[in-house]
């Protein structure tokens, strides 16, 4: 199928999406639309944000809602404000030929009273964040029993955000005969149980392989002393020239601080995260779709919704608490067909934390070395002189002053004017990086750039598992268990912390991951095992 015109959708939005520039379906949207268009199953599809899954299931809505009824027909619940925005916005596009179909945003943090009166006036799509939409049906101010579809978007991060009871109450609200749609990045267990204990039959499509980063994306790590995490940034940044990236840190002071740092130091930076007001926000990402300023620092949450597709990299100077947060974050590069780059800044106590990520995304990270201020130099230098072969030199404007020009360097050789115009841009990074020292980490792995397989990492971390002293765990037990989960020599195991209801225990990084694996298949007293790295 190569265009639109095949799924028996209507003129006006044939119309629409043909101004918006879509010419060819996307995977997610070949696969979906036709379901949508015709059956009533419910559908759950593991597609990430940039996919073009808002149009794969924003159409179909649209082209199945009754104007002439100004009953709410489609609910869609996603996780953030910004996300529910920019829903909004994308379905008023498709709408775009048919103004009498209302879409309305709820979400928490703005005046709830003006979106009832919106809602009372009638709105036939409801975009929502779970909060806010229990809110609403408390008051009994949103009326649910039209209801003929509900999309829960981006499922895996609204559950990790918390919103599993706010999801699981709206659902129980819903008319028996509502269509549940569902699209998650992934399909982790307990996004695996609301699809199975509210759908029914569901059809399943994945895009690409389950839980896989785009294949558009390389990963690379680096590896650097904890304290050099910000001169290794720089070097990565002024190393690839033209960089357009979110830089991602854990937490809004860490983000704060990371780009008041990089402003101070001259670059076109600036920080989005939750502390900012609403006007901040929206400047900031302004700013960032402009390419005013080039690298966004971000919260994971913040960055959301944020929709920009031409990212060169993505920046992870903190991984995310979680490995799946990672594939949110790398999944914002390599869009649209375009290449991108997902990169990991790490400490050598973090770095089997990519192991953990390579088995989640089924993709191996290239182990980078951080630029010597040498290379970075040469990088920049490059870049300059690649600015100086495209300056036009037929602009007429300069005409009138080249005899002062001329006049004033008239004794001086010309390699010398090329050497000083040269270093007039290039003295800062060369006194920068004078005597800059190697900021790399761990050994440097043999043979390029490909990461040693076979390192040993003696660091001790934490694993924990979901049973405690209730399960009559002591920590003789606990070691016992451990055992029988590691056949070959003893395992060294650091300390041990049981308390109510699970338990935590230090073991060598280089064995944690195949033990917590092992663990993870065995039972103690009945109960089946759940072992994974403690926060
Ligand atoms: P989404 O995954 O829905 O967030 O969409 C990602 C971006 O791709 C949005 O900016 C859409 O406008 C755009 N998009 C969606 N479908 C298409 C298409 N078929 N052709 C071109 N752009 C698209």
Not at 330 to 357: D, F
Request: proline content about 4%; charged content about 25%.
């Amino acid at each position: 199928m190569t265009d639109f015109t095949h799924f028996g959708l209507e003129l006006a939005l044939l119309r629409a999406i043909k101004e918006l520039g879509f010419e060819k379906p996307t995977p997610v949207q070949s696969k979906v639309l036709p379901l949508l268009m015709k059956g009533t199953e419910d559908v759950v599809a593991l597609a990430q944000t940039g996919t073009g899954k808002t149009a794969a299931y924003g159409l179909p809505l649209v082209q199945l809602t009754d104007p002439a009824n100004p009953a709410t027909q489609a609910l869609i619940l996603c996780p953030t404000r910004e996300l529910c925005l920019q829903i909004t916005k994308d379905l008023n596009g498709f709408a775009k030929y048919i103004p009498e179909i209302r879409i309305l945003a709820v979400y928490g943090g703005a005046s709830i009273s003006e979106q009832i009166r919106v809602l009372k006036r009638g709105a036939q799509i409801v975009v929502a964040t779970p909060g806010r939409m229990n809110d609403l049906l408390r008051r009994k101010s949103a009326k649910l029993d039209a209801v003929a579809s509900i999309v829960l978007d981006e499922a895996d991060e609204m559950l990790n955000m918390g919103f599993q009871e706010d999801v699981e109450t709206i659902l129980k609200e819903m008319p028996e005969t509502v269509r549940k749609l569902m699209f998650s990045a992934t399909m982790p267990r307990q996004v695996a149980a609301i699809a199975g204990k509210y759908m029914h039959e569901p059809e399943e499509i994945t895009i690409g392989q389950r839980n896989s980063g785009s294949e558009n994306i390389s990963h690379e790590y680096y590896m650097v002393h904890a304290k050099d995490r910000y001169l290794a940034l720089k070097r990565i940044v002024d190393f690839n020239r033209n960089m357009y990236a979110i830089i991602f840190c854990r937490t809004r002071a860490d983000t704060q601080e990371v780009a008041a740092k990089l402003m101070a130091d001259g670059y076109p930076a600036d920080a989005l995260h939750g502390d900012l007001t609403q006007d901040q926000r929206d400047r900031v990402m302004k700013k960032f779709r402009n390419r005013a300023i080039q690298l966004l620092v971000a919260t994971d949450v913040a960055a959301r919704g944020l929709d920009v597709t031409d990212l060169t990299h993505v920046i992870n100077y903190e991984l995310p608490d979680e490995a799946r947060g990672y594939t949110h974050r790398s999944g914002r590069t390599g869009r649209a067909g375009k290449e991108g780059v997902s990169i990991v800044i790490v400490n050598l106590r973090e770095e089997y934390k990519i192991g953990y990520i390579e088995r989640l995304i089924k993709q191996k990270f290239v182990h980078k070395q951080i630029p010597s201020g040498q290379e970075v130099c040469v990088s920049q230098l490059r870049g300059l002189i690649e600015r100086l072969q495209q300056v036009d030199l037929r602009d007429a404007a300069i005409k009138p002053f080249m005899p002062i020009v001329a006049e004033a360097l008239a004794a001086m050789p010309p390699d010398e004017v090329v050497k000083r115009c040269i270093l007039l841009e290039f003295n800062r990074f060369l006194s920068y990086y004078k005597d800059a020292p190697d900021l790399n980490q761990g050994q440097r792995p043999a043979g390029g750039h490909e990461r040693s397989r076979t390192r040993t990492d003696h660091t001790l971390v934490k694993l924990e598992i979901n049973l405690g002293a209730r399960n009559g765990l002591t920590p003789a037990e606990l070691i016992g268990v451990i055992n029988r989960a590691t056949p070959g020599p003893q395992l060294r195991i650091g300390r041990i912390q049981i308390t109510e209801h699970i338990s935590q225990f230090e073991v060598a990084g280089e064995a944690a991951r195949d033990l917590a694996h092992a663990m993870s298949q065995a039972s103690y007293n009945n109960r089946k095992i759940t072992a994974r790295l403690a926060r």
